[in-house]
């Protein structure tokens, strides 16, 4: 049985960092990609990048670019997302979502079948 | 400003059938990337209902069905019911964009 679990909801003060953890179990890590994504209050999903964990290679959308870190964690099957200079549009709920990947084929899926709860960030002074 | 265009409400009552459209361009449901649809009810995560434009996971009531043409797609529900109130999100991948996963701006469904 697949299971992603976030860790909860963080405070911050504009300017700082939030790293907020994903982890997932009930399948294999190598078989999949984690995406982060977010979705501000009242706001529609907006995809942030993603992480191939047994590769390491990353992708990160242009607007976030420079600003968002992911990580994987292997041995812990940990997913990572570190969004810097935080500011009050960044209120949002993260959240992260598995997609396919296949190893010997270096294919990937781009949807997502299955999701973490949701972490909400809250940026304020 | 989503890349893709979808209604931002539409309702139907119950035991009805009412679909979803979803418009896309060039770069990424006209140059044949799959369509891929999520149901997000009030306070939860998003749910994955249909991917690859037509296909259901398991567990999805074969009520749903999705299609794509062009440079649209569209989500159909079929028999309506009260527990089908959420908000509904078409996602493709865009070659041209600077976000290259995209998300429609979502379409709340009203049961009547």
């Known amino acids: 049985q697949v299971q992603v679990v976030q860790s909860g909801a963080e405070v911050k003060k504009p300017g700082s960092s939030v790293k907020v953890s994903c982890k997932a179990s009930?399948?294999?890590?190598?078989?999949?990609?984690i995406s982060w994504v977010r979705q501000a209050p009242g706001q529609g999903l907006e995809w942030m990048g993603r992480i191939i964990p047994i590769l390491g290679i990353t992708n990160y959308a242009q607007k976030f670019q420079g600003r968002v870190t992911v990580i994987a964690d292997k041995s812990t099957t940990t997913a990572y997302m570190e969004l810097s200079s935080l500011r009050s549009e960044d209120t949002a709920v993260y959240y992260c979502?598995?997609?396919?990947?296949?190893?010997?084929?270096?294919?990937?899926?781009?949807?997502?079948?299955?999701w973490g709860q949701g972490t909400l960030v809250t940026v304020s002074s | 400003q989503s890349v893709l265009t979808q209604p931002p409400s539409v309702s139907g009552a119950p035991g009805q059938r009412v679909t979803i459209s979803c418009t896309g361009s060039s770069s990424n449901i006209g140059a044949d990337y799959d369509v891929h649809w999520y149901q997000q009810l009030p306070g939860t995560a998003p749910k994955l209902l249909i991917y690859d434009n037509n296909n259901r996971p398991s567990g999805v009531p074969d009520r749903f069905s999705g299609s794509k043409s062009g440079t649209s797609a569209s989500l159909a529900i079929t028999g309506l019911q009260a527990e089908d109130e959420a908000d509904y999100y078409c996602q493709s991948y865009d070659s041209l964009s600077g976000s290259h996963v995209i998300f429609g701006g979502g379409t709340k469904l009203t049961v009547l």
């Open positions: 009930g399948g294999t890590f190598r078989n999949y990609t």
């Open positions: 979502a598995r997609g396919q990947f296949d190893e010997s084929s270096v294919y990937e899926t781009y949807y997502f079948d299955y």
